[in-house]
């Protein structure tokens, strides 16, 4: 399955306090229970954060359901 073929529903995200200009984001997929953990630069935006912690979950989810 293509990552163009997976829907995400409502995704939770938390964002952790940046450590060493790094900031740990944790998405989670509320239909399937799915999460991911991101480590990003602190000096990007939290929206720009957010689409790339949905892309890696977009990801993962087409893994699980190629299997």
Known sequence: ??????????VYFEFY?????MI???A???ATGTEITLAGDA???????MEL??????????KKQGK
């Open 1 to 10: 399955m293509s990552d163009k073929e997976v829907r995400l529903g409502r």
């Open 17 to 21: 306090p940046p450590v060493k200009g």
């Open 24 to 26: 740990r984001v944790i």
């Open 28 to 30: 989670i997929d509320e």
């Open 43 to 49: 000096s990007q935006s939290e929206n720009t954060l």
């Open 53 to 62: 912690a949905k892309k890696k979950l977009i990801y993962v989810l087409s």
